[in-house]
Nanobody, 124 residues
Framework: QVQLVESGGGLVQPGGSLRLSCAAS????????IGWFRQAPGKEREGVSC????????HYANSVKGRFTISRDSAKNTVYLQMNSLNPEDTAVYYC?????????????????WGQGTQVTVSS
């Protein structure tokens, strides 16, 4: 059974940093493209970043480019999202997702496996 578990969210002041983790069981993450998504109250789900399985290349939404970094630790079967220079617009529930059908920067609907999400709140 595939399970994705996000952690690392919390309350942070503007300008602060958080590192989110997406730990997997039942699959080997390095064989899948992995996406990070977020959804703020009253807003549609947004693709934030993703990492490609075969070469580790990365993609970022324009809104987070230069501030967020996605990475993968194959030994720990975990994908991370380092978030720096956070601002209130980054407040959302963050999810990691994947599946055999999902590809980096592709539609979120292609991802069959989702974590439960972790809340990120940026506020003073």
């Amino acid at each position: 059974q595939v399970q994705l578990v996000e952690s690392g969210g919390g309350l942070v002041q503007p300008g602060g940093s958080l590192r989110l983790s997406c730990a997997a069981s039942g699959i080997t993450l390095e064989y899948y493209d992995i996406g990070w998504f977020r959804q703020a109250p009253g807003k549609e789900r947004e693709g934030v970043s993703c990492i490609v399985s075969h070469d580790g290349s990365t993609h970022y939404a324009n809104s987070v480019k230069g501030r967020f970094t996605i990475s993968r630790d194959s030994a720990k079967n975990t994908v991370y999202l380092q978030m720096n220079s956070l601002n209130p617009e980054d407040t959302a529930v963050y999810y990691c997702a994947t599946s055999t059908s999902f590809y980096c920067a592709g539609p979120a609907d292609f991802a069959d496996y989702w974590g439960q999400g972790t809340q990120v709140t940026v506020s003073s």
